[in-house]
């Protein structure tokens, strides 16, 4: 007998009725709030050409390394999922034999965010109504697959069904932004953003960093030398400006900073892109580079975004095969303190600076970010990240900041996604654990209901707008 | 006037009303479900030759750490509580007198879990009904002590009554599995296994390395060189198999692993084997050794158990006069990612290893456990260990790890005691979190209630017999 | 419209109602005890002199670190805030104008416990009924000014009226703690003792130490050598001893020790107090002088108490501008099972030693100091630190100590503030909590409730009571 799927309106509350009699109030005034989604990964040649989405297992597995790690956790091999291979060999090309193959074994996401995302996409996007599990598998399929070939399910008219006032994609600093011209030129009202992501140009330990310094000076018109590859910077800063970006973003794996003299500078420079570089050498040519972004972004007003802190790619025999980002990628021991220092030297008083933190090491949560962002101007809160954007996730960030950062030095929720289809389950769980959060305050009389409903709203919808300057 | 003492049939179930309806119901389903006990340091002559248990002293205190060492930060000489010295000095030996001493200070062990574990022995097992204090010291005793002279609380009586399907020993290398292999013999149908826990001949640190090692091979008709060295291994292995056997236990002080090259691996073992051994061999050994471990058990089959992060016997004094073990072990920061990373190069892909990871440092929960047991499939989380084998142990556990890893990557409970009376007690406490922790998640909708019913039940039971094979 | 200010009675309790009435119950029988106050900062010249305090901002806001680090970390500069700058630079000097900047921002404190103390202050200190705002701020700072120039204002009214047993200040090794004997001398019956905390005179890295040294053994008649630095602290404790003194403080950067043979010891304070030192040998000589000092406990007697773990001045334009203490202290990771090891070697089972560690490093509360103070009799657990000051910050310590440490290594609460109108505030979140945290205990069955009425009493007033043997 199939079971039935039914997202129930009381989700993500906490149990207590007292409770959750205001958090339902509370999330009532936010839950048709639009969607400002700051940061993500979203395509967006999606948005510019409004092209069908293919089939259910290439929209919602193949591209969701939440989905195929898990899978792959329990013996599941990348092959029958039908992840790329390196070299072209071939893997399971039949998507409903994917599909079927993750139905089976669907109850393995208990418990995670997956199936709380998953289950928001097949119930209220696509209408569905009995839950997955093998015997279920065709019928999903089925409904999916014809769904993705009507005009309701093309990108644009998602975008509107969905309420999404703004969203930001994130492009490389090698990129002609060909994709979000085409967004601003179709006439579509949709409000695309960019942001700049210079990781490749940025750091040396990238394979290809001196053919994409190479290749961004050219970008640029300037010579590959350390003044010019400043100023390309700028330049592809103001392109990305006029691409709508108003956000920088750098994921680098430690949030090491160095503010070094000009002629240590020029010579670190010279270095990096000649050759093969010492693990001390790109630190700290990521760790001044990440200074400078900062003084740039004094300059030009775009909002700082720091994502430091992961093992990348961790699984070798996985990357060899299958290529980056495919769920091996693992977290370590963050440390902000001694690390931001150099940078906060300069500009942490800065008023013009706005360098939003994220981690995923939540031992600093209470110990470093709270007490750094509760005193420097220039610093904000980034919301629970990866890993950790999920209900219990969102619970300790609010548990372990709010006391010692407040709530306003936060900036809101980021869903950080490639995910289409679920951006609104991910901004929904997030209202509703922040609804949950509040009314657990003004249940035990640590605020007043009033100030709860401003702080509902200022969470869901003012601060990621004022934060992004969007 | 002396208080009663009740086990509350709703004990450790959340308070809230709605939620602890649900837990109820799926307690219900598991509470009487049998006691797979895969990891624990029972003694397997209590079980060979169905000796009747000492006195209460000698039973309930003297062998427990938790309990002598709560008591001696509190000021008690553990000369009063009959520990027994290294130079043979008396100490207490009235166990009346040490049970009394006990029992004043009972309110000191007030929210531990030694607490719950005792109170359920003391109803349970010996149908106490007045709380335990000064008072009733001397009842206690008496009621105790008498029936410990019964045969119904004689080793096997108790396994019995108990319903412990199977339980596994730890022995170590040097062991010859006599006892293993009298209860085989005896004809008696409890299911006794033991586990191969090779440390004091991986460790150079063991002040007996170099005569282990030598005895080991010996044992095994090998000469002393690493060739002779694996393949002792290899049989003392085989030997642990015959005596019921899934798994191998290694409790590391780090979770280090280097894979050498076979010549370096030579050498290095000529050098541990001959002498004064730096940290750094030590280390290197111990950390060669566990990749050489999980090749073996790809071979074999055997579970591997990492049990890193101690420092053992941090107090000087104590282990001068007393020994080791006696309630100084401190818990050390833990590192994952980088440490265990050569030997999942190797293994950790591969479908013939089962590598269960446990901790000490909470911290890495959520920030490393989680992602490597969520990707790799080689790995599988152990339950909250030692120290937070606890309530609020255990609900940290599975808020930190269940988002990431889901329930399916962790194997169910381990009682890790070589305090038999209480094995079901902690087993008790495990049900009652893991359904107070499935309840939240149906009352928050986060679970349907049928899917609580089938995770209550796996963890209770089912994974543990997977994960170690049993 | 006005808003109404109340401080509801239920407030920081459960929400859930079974768990809310046994908290009331518990709430009940601790609520009016003596306040019991062992460590904290306020001005003994207070209690000596019994001057009226000054205006609003200049008691509520100028000296309170909390309040005006989150208003600079949202855009206020310090100088709008009347916060005196070291060159003598005028900064904002009306304080109606900065009551007012303050009130205007006053929801930047939502879900801090700032606003918790500061609420109590205002309704509970003052008899405020409406809610402080931009609106309110006049009628605010009128109310608190007029009050403040009344006699039942003044510091020993305010002292009576808040029902403090005994509080203690904090004093240098080179106060002559006049104050104290003008408080003895005075004839008043409130009992204000001193702590002794020697850092000036320990930590090298304090610009003034070779100076303070100097002076320090001139005050106690001794030559500036080795043998006459130790008789100087033997002579200066017993001061601070005569001035009611039974405990000494240590703000260390960390929480190394060390034990140096006498001869090295000698050289070192030859070195330091002759020139530069390097960063190794001033954390060689505070490692070593925290050995001395526990060795002098156990000889005097007094209470020893370890802080250490912070970046003290992070932002370094802040201390050049405004100096010390300004909001700017960030923690820093904590390690102590190494750390403390050389000390505990020595003193950690002497029974005339009590020393309780302090940590902003959450991180250690499960894994190293429940461990540890559940093991030696000399340590015990000082309550949530500063930061975690909080009722998060109070149920995780509860949370994460309690089963491995048991409550009687607590030492209760210390409310550690120079906010003197806030202290009753301060102990009444701390009962709250605790009873709050007992009451989830008695709920689920953890624990009796005739002893949760036990630990109540003994958290608030027993246990600070004996560890600190006031």
Known sequence: M?????????????????TRDIARRLY??????????????????????????????????IPDHYVFRMLYSQGVPL???????MDGSP??????????????????????????????VFAEAFGIDVRLEAATADHYYDVIDAALATDAFRPRALFE???????????????????????????????????????PVLDPDDPRFIDNVKRFCAMAGEDVGYAGYLRAHEKRRADFRAAG?????????????????QQEAEALFAKVVSGPVSARDAELFRGHMLVEMARMSTEDGMVMQLHPGVHRNHNDAVRARFGKDKGADIPTAGEFVTSL????????????????????????????????????????????????????????????????????????????????????????????????WLAQLVAEHRLEEDEAFEL????AYDLPKQAYKL
């Open 341 to 436: 220092k150099p940078l906060l030297d300069l500009y942490g008083n800065d008023p013009r600076l706005t360098l939003i933190l994220f981690t995923l090491d939540e031992d600093v949560y209470s110990r470093e970010l709270a007490p750094l962002a509760g005193h420097y101007p220039a610093l904000r809160l980034g919301p629970p990240w990866w890993f950790h954007d999920s209900p219990e996730g969102m619970r300790r960030f609010r548990e372990r900041m709010t006391e010692t950062a407040g709530f306003y030095n936060s900036v809101g929720f980021n869903d950080d996604t490639r995910a289409f289809l679920s951006i609104p389950a991910r901004h929904d769980v997030a209202r509703r654990m922040d609804c949950g």
């Open 91 to 120: 893997t399971a090309n039949d998507p409903r034999a994917i599909w079927r193959r993750f139905a089976e074994r669907y109850h393995l996401f208990r418990g995670t965010p997956s199936r709380l995302w998953l289950d928001w």
């Open 2 to 18: 199939t079971k039935i799927l039914r997202l129930h309106p009381d989700r993500l509350f906490p149990s207590d009725s007292a």
């Open 245 to 261: 970006a108003t956000s920088t973003d750098h994921g680098h794996p430690s949030a090491f900073t160095v503010n070094l003299p």
């Open 161 to 199: 069904r969905y309420n999404i006032e703004v969203i930001a994609t994130t492009e490389g600093p090698l990129d002609p932004l060909d994709h979000h011209r085409a967004i601003r030129e179709s006439g579509w009202s949709g409000k695309v953003v960019t942001a700049y992501r210079p990781d």
């Open 28 to 61: 009532g005034s936010v839950k048709d709030l639009p969607i400002i989604s700051p940061h993500g990964h979203t395509d967006p040649r999606w948005f510019a050409y409004d092209r069908p989405f293919a089939n259910p297992a290439e929209l919602l597995i």
């Open 79 to 85: 092959e029958d999922l039908g992840i790329a291979t």
């Open 456 to 459: 509902a709203r200022a969470l």
